[in-house]
């Protein structure tokens, strides 16, 4: 009996232990006090391949015609009028039409009506607004310009031990690591919450940012807030990783054993005839 209670205790503090060890692997932001000031400041740059929507607005509605796409008017009952508006326009739609938008070249330009060439790639949509509008009053074509421009492609895409991995297409120009994980249903259980990468391309260069989603430090991360094309890829835990390779070597194993069955059975077959 008392040899039963033994095993049983030891069981017991056997079973807290990889409980408190299996929360301590899931939990998010554990060492965060209740309030955590805000020290970075987001801003998203114009990239390459980017798709700008760009309005410009004034008292005199004429004088801003041929500084403006026109919008795409499409028949939803029509699949061939759908697919060639989505290849060419932006997919934030009101009612049934389409805004069309100016895309970054690998030069990183667009050409804009009247204004000519103007290298975007590295401005905030700020600084592109503020240009646009100081061009078009320094040249006496539009004193009283206002002009509105909003990322029409914006993307991200989720990959690894996420629960529902894929391209989402972000709506505003705003998003950070944790709002992504949660539109992509969070992570897996076999996820590692201390290793999620971002993979990002900046200048002609491809940077890894390595976050743990457990820490505080997280915020302070230059991948917190993500940007157009960011890759987030989730790694598997131990567990998971262990698994995989366990089904390798089972399935190496059994063809291993098969290719000499078959070898075997050739032998005798040749040794009859």
Do not use: W
């Not at 060890?21 to 114009?46: G, P, T």
């Not at 607005?57 to 009028?81: H, M, W």
């Not at 310009?145 to 991200?156: E, G, Y």
Request: with cysteine; aromatic share 8%.
């Amino acid at each position: 009996m008392r040899k039963f209670k033994e095993l049983f205790f030891s069981c017991f503090v056997l079973f807290l232990i990889t409980g408190c060890a299996s929360r301590k692997n899931v939990l998010y932001l554990q060492d965060m006090d209740k309030e955590l000031s805000i020290e970075q400041k987001y801003e998203i740059y114009i990239q390459k391949d980017d798709l700008l929507g760009i309005l410009v607005n004034c008292k005199e509605q004429e004088l801003a015609i041929p500084f403006n796409l026109p919008r795409v008017d499409y028949n939803l009952g029509t699949s061939e009028n759908i697919s060639f508006n989505r290849a060419v326009t932006s997919t934030s739609e009101q009612g049934n039409s389409s805004q069309l938008g100016y895309t970054v070249d690998t030069n990183g330009d667009i050409d804009f009506p009247i204004l000519g060439k103007l290298h975007v790639v590295g401005l905030t949509r700020l600084q592109l607004k503020n240009l646009i509008e100081t061009r078009l009053k320094e040249e006496n074509l539009i004193k009283d310009a206002i002009v509105t421009i909003n990322f029409l492609n914006f993307k991200i895409y989720m990959l690894g031990e996420i629960a529902s991995p894929g391209m989402y297409n972000i709506k505003g120009e705003r998003i950070t690591l944790l709002e992504a994980i949660s539109m992509a249903g969070d992570l897996t259980i076999q996820g590692r919450r201390d290793r999620v990468v971002v993979i990002r391309e900046k200048d002609g260069i491809r940077m890894k940012y390595y976050n743990d989603l457990r820490s505080k430090d997280l915020f302070k991360s230059p991948s917190f807030y993500l940007q157009q094309n960011d890759v987030v890829y989730v790694e598997p835990n131990k567990t998971k990783a262990s698994q995989a390779t366990s089904r390798k070597s089972n399935f190496s194993l059994g063809l291993s054993v098969v290719t000499s069955l078959i070898s075997i059975t050739t032998l005798i077959l040749s040794l009859i005839n």
